[in-house]
Nanobody, 119 residues
């Protein structure tokens, strides 16, 4: 089981940038596919981005493609989401999640970090 802790959220204006990080502990980090999800008030949680075990493959939701970049550092057990050209619609609680090799669903989740984009 992986313990995940997000940091780096905050308040930013439209068009600005923010970086959120996730520190992982408790298991072999490179055995986990890592992802970022978000949940806005009144909406369901949605997938934002995911990255493969060694960082070679990244996937993104259409809504963030070209603006967000996911990366990971397996030596530091961290995964980062760099968010650029932020929009009001990006306002949400952002969660880090881990999916173990051979498992189809994300089984470990952080508590979330709030990102608020103001106009």
């Amino acid at each position: 089981q992986m313990h995940l802790e997000e940091s780096g959220g905050g308040l930013v204006q439209v068009g600005g940038s923010l970086r959120v990080s996730c520190a992982a502990s408790g298991d072999t980090f490179n055995a986990y596919y890592m992802g970022w999800f978000r949940q806005a008030p009144g909406k369901e949680r949605e997938f934002v981005a995911g990255i493969s075990f060694h960082g070679g493959i990244a996937t993104y939701a259409d809504s963030v493609k070209g603006r967000f970049t996911i990366s990971r550092d397996n030596a530091k057990n961290t995964v980062i989401l760099q968010m650029n050209s932020l929009k009001v619609d990006d306002t949400a609680l952002y969660y880090c999640a881990a999916r173990r090799l051979g498992v189809e669903t994300y089984g470990d989740w952080g508590q979330g970090t709030q990102v608020t984009v103001s106009s």
